[in-house]
């Protein structure tokens, strides 16, 4: 069993910051690749950011220059830090993460996700 928890998420205003994190628990072996995603009401779920096991990272577009996401390969987290937000940032976020558990079963795990909203 693993498990993904999002916190951090709340209001701000444009131009605020978050910083979101990620734990991630349970018979984990070792975490490969990990992710944030972001889903709007009526949207579908996009990528906002991933990051693989030695650091290397991609954005969308959208929040390139704005946003970074880092980890913590020793006590699982990932981090996802939010500047310069925008209305149209908000979303609901989700953390993903690509496990192998310590029965060397590999599968991506979702948290439940994190609310954004950011005010004009």
């Known amino acids: 069993q693993v498990q993904l928890v999002e916190s951090g998420g709340g209001l701000v205003q444009a131009g605020g910051s978050l910083r979101l994190s990620c734990a991630a628990s349970?018979?984990?072996?070792?975490?490969?690749?990990m992710g944030w995603y972001r889903q709007a009401p009526g949207e579908q779920r996009e990528l906002v950011a991933g990051?693989?096991?030695?650091?290397?990272?991609n954005y969308a577009v959208s929040v390139k220059g704005r946003f970074t996401i880092s980890r913590d390969n020793a006590k699982n987290p990932l981090y996802l830090q939010m500047n310069s937000l925008e209305p149209e940032d908000t979303a609901v976020y989700y953390c993903?993460?690509?496990?192998?558990?310590?029965?060397?079963?590999?599968?991506?795990?979702w948290g439940q996700g994190t609310q954004v909203t950011v005010s004009s």
């Open positions: 349970g018979s984990i072996f070792s975490i490969n690749a």
């Open positions: 990051i693989t096991r030695r650091g290397s990272a």
């Open positions: 993903n993460a690509d496990v192998t558990t310590m029965t060397l079963y590999k599968s991506r795990y």
